[in-house]
């Protein structure tokens, strides 16, 4: 089906250990994004990437790393996890502008560092 | 700078109207969107409105935009139970890469 997906939905891992959380886009969008939502702070960017090898950073992108060697492909690794990372991660992705089309979500990863 | 705030919290009765306001600080706003996040889900686009505009209706949704106070409201008509979610306003900006800013959502609780 066409559509944004994230995997794993959920995860529980330990401080320290590297986690990483899959964005699947079957659009070809050129735009993708990572967001986390924590209570009372909404959904802060961590990364965006407008095109194939192109990403930058967004307004909380400490510890964590992306990539896109593919269009499709956005992963999120948080390369030694902290207590802190716990929360909802939410990918989204978008064509380029001036299409007049808004960001579409994936139904998220709630991730628990312990 | 970028700055959107919503109230968190809202409760009305099965088909009363809801207003959800939210207020931004960035003039150069391109559109502005509404999301609907249901319990365990993703943002949900519900309309979104271009900052030219200042009134957009779609079914039992209204936005209206005052662009002089930067303030976007999303009315809901006929509340329904269903209605009940967390709804994000959220900004773009021109040459913002596409990005959007988001308020804290406001959680809209309906009543039988």
């Known amino acids: 089906d066409a559509g944004i997906t994230q995997s794993p939905r959920y995860k529980i891992t330990e401080t320290g250990r590297q986690v990483t959380l899959m964005c699947h886009q079957t659009?070809?969008?050129?735009?993708m994004f990572w967001y986390r939502q924590d209570l009372g702070h909404g959904l802060r960017l961590i990364y965006y990437?407008?095109?194939?090898?192109?990403?930058d950073k967004g307004e909380v992108p400490d510890g964590y790393v992306v990539s896109r060697s593919k269009t499709e492909n956005f992963p999120l690794t948080l390369e030694s996890a902290t207590r802190s990372q716990t929360s909802v991660y939410f990918c989204?992705?978008?064509?380029?502008?001036?299409?007049?089309?808004?960001?579409?979500f994936g139904d998220g990863t709630r991730l628990s560092i312990l | 700078g970028e700055d959107v705030e919503q109230s968190l919290f809202l409760s009305v009765r099965e088909g009363d109207s809801s207003v959800i306001n939210c207020t931004y600080t960035d003039s150069s706003s391109t559109y502005l969107y509404w999301y609907k996040q249901e319990p365990g889900a993703g943002l949900q686009l519900l309309t979104y409105i271009f900052s030219n505009m200042d009134m957009k209706q779609d079914q039992r949704l209204t936005v209206l935009l005052n662009k002089k106070d930067k303030h976007l409201s999303l009315r809901i008509a006929d509340t329904q139970t269903g209605d009940s979610a967390i709804y994000f306003c959220a900004e773009s900006m021109a040459g913002g890469g596409n990005k959007l800013t988001f308020g804290t959502g406001t959680q809209l609780k309906v009543e039988l």
């Open positions: 659009w070809s969008h050129s735009y």
């Open positions: 990437s407008a095109a194939a090898d192109i990403t």
């Open positions: 989204a992705s978008s064509p380029p502008r001036g299409q007049d089309q808004p960001q579409h």
